[in-house]
T-cell receptor, first 113, second 113 residues
Framework: DQQVKQNSPSLSVQEGRISILNCDYTNSMFDYFLWYKKYPAEGPTFLISISSIKDKNEDGRFTVFLNKSAKHLSLHIVPSQPGDSAVYFCAAPLTDSWGKLQFGAGTQVVVTP | ETGVTQTPRHLVMGMTNKKSLKCEQHLGHNAMYWYKQSAKKPLELMFVYNFKEQTENNSVPSRFSPECPNSSHLFLHLHTLQPEDSALYLC????????????FGPGTRLTVL
């Protein structure tokens, strides 16, 4: 049962423009969300998170927005840089199970010059 | 060494072989995890260890056998695997108090012939 979904497998954006990555979830009990970034031949690295008590969290060029009523979150990267080319995963911890993160399938972002 | 390391990085094995994957974390964490990532699929949690005790076995077949001798080391023993077990196996660690923010190793790319 896939409770975190990323429906766009890939995204191509020009350098300097905004990248918007989307993530939907089905479990209304989720109260915390994370984004991870993965380069080829490396493991995922934590990027940014948001608690369900907030609707926005910003860290430099990265902003995550949460719409609880729509069970939707998005990651905005502004401005996009070539080094942002990677796979981005949305994740949420299951509230009834310690340490268990549910991941989306990921979105491959390619930033072109 | 820093962060989370995994060896080997690549492994090709036959269905009758026995092999082991090794993970070591240098972050002072007390929780460790094994994940499986198959092509085009989300990361799937396999096992969770908290202070060397297994707290999660996500319905993993017995041909995968984890071992956690201490908080810094985690093994995944493999025997009589199937071709569909070919995947990227990722190890992660976290502190027990911040288990949502997991630090991943680079993974072992496993091919079962």
């Amino acid at each position: 049962d896939q409770q975190v979904k990323q429906n766009s497998p890939s995204l191509s954006v020009q350098e300097g423009r905004i990248s918007i990555l989307n993530c939907d979830y089905t479990n209304s009990m989720f109260d915390y969300f994370l984004w991870y970034k993965k380069y080829p031949a490396e493991g995922p690295t934590f990027l940014i998170s948001i608690s369900s008590i907030k609707d926005k969290n910003e860290d430099g060029r990265f902003t995550v927005f949460l719409n609880k009523s729509a069970k939707h979150l998005s990651l905005h990267i502004v401005p996009s840089q070539p080094g942002d080319s990677a796979v981005y995963f949305c994740a949420a911890p299951l509230t009834d199970s310690w340490g268990k993160l549910q991941f989306g399938a990921g979105t491959q972002v390619v930033v072109t010059p | 060494e820093t962060g989370v390391t995994q060896t080997p990085r690549h492994l090709v094995m036959g269905m009758t072989n026995k092999k082991s994957l090794k993970c070591e974390q240098h972050l002072g964490h007390n929780a460790m995890y094994w994940y499986k990532q198959s092509a085009k699929k989300p990361l799937e949690l396999m096992f969770v260890y908290n202070f060397k005790e297994q707290t999660e076995n996500n319905s993993v077949p017995s041909r995968f056998s984890p071992e956690c001798p201490n908080s810094s080391h985690l093994f995944l023993h493999l025997h009589t695997l199937q071709p569909e077990d070919s995947a990227l196996y990722l190890c992660a660690s976290s502190s027990a108090s911040a288990y949502n923010e997991q630090f991943f190793g680079p993974g072992t790319r496993l091919t079962v012939l």
